[in-house]
């Protein structure tokens, strides 16, 4: 069975401090790995698409990378303004149109 | 740049009550998708449609119909509204199905009781 699972479930970090976020899954075969970024109240919004292990992806102080079985998300020096959920999903190439959602990293990031 | 766009943000309903979630894009996109998310478990999705007249069953439909007769529009209806449907409903819709990032809308918090 297709499957996604994040790690941790909460994260604080202060200003400055460094850390990576967990998405590893395990599905038949790999279409795409997708990262969003959720605030509450809203819908999530999209960061990066990742297709083959190896492949990084920037946006300021976010890095994802891909491996065969998981993903990170790293933050960098991040701010207050970086506090979010955020959700991995992939997309299988097997099935159907269908996006499989991790249940997210929720981020506090304390000035 | 409306993008995904959801009516209404909020809504309680009675037990046994209808009512129908409105869902519209304006980015041309063939798919469209209806997810509820709820604490700890994740988006699940519950219809989707490949395009205008084209719909099928996601993971968790039961209670939710769906229609698809316009490339823009993909309403959600929950006919007989159960306790068990309260949840965030979110309305994503993708440029064509492979590989493309999910737009979502905000999403309608709803409330049954």
């Known amino acids: 069975e297709d499957q996604v699972t994040q790690s941790p479930e909460a994260l604080r970090l202060q200003e400055g401090e460094s850390s990576s976020l967990n998405c590893s899954y395990t599905v038949s075969g790999l279409r795409g790995l997708f990262w969003y970024r959720q605030d509450p109240g809203k819908g999530p919004e999209f960061l990066f698409t990742?297709?083959?292990a190896g492949e990084e992806k920037e946006k300021e102080r976010l890095k994802a990378t891909l491996t065969k079985k998981e993903s990170f998300l790293h933050i960098t020096a991040p701010k207050p303004e970086d506090s979010a959920t955020y959700l991995c999903a992939v997309q299988a190439t097997s099935g159907t149109y269908k996006y499989i959602f991790g249940t997210g990293t929720r981020l506090k990031v304390l000035a | 740049n409306a993008g995904v766009t959801q009516t209404p943000k909020f809504r309680i309903l009675k037990i046994g009550q209808s009512m129908t979630l409105q869902c519209a894009q304006d980015?041309?996109?063939?798919?469209m998708y209806w997810y509820r998310q709820d604490p700890g478990m994740g988006l699940k999705l519950i219809y989707y449609s490949v395009g205008a007249g084209i719909t099928d069953k996601g993971e968790v439909p039961n209670g939710y119909n769906v229609s698809r007769s316009t490339t823009e529009d993909f309403p959600l209806r929950l006919e007989l509204a159960a306790p068990s449907q309260t949840s965030v409903y979110f309305c994503?819709?993708?440029?064509?199905?492979?590989?493309?990032?999910?737009?979502f809308g905000n999403g309608t918090r709803l409330t049954v009781t």
């Open positions: 990742l297709y083959s």
């Open positions: 994503a819709s993708s440029l064509d199905g492979y590989n493309s990032p999910l737009h």
């Open positions: 980015m041309n996109h063939n798919y």
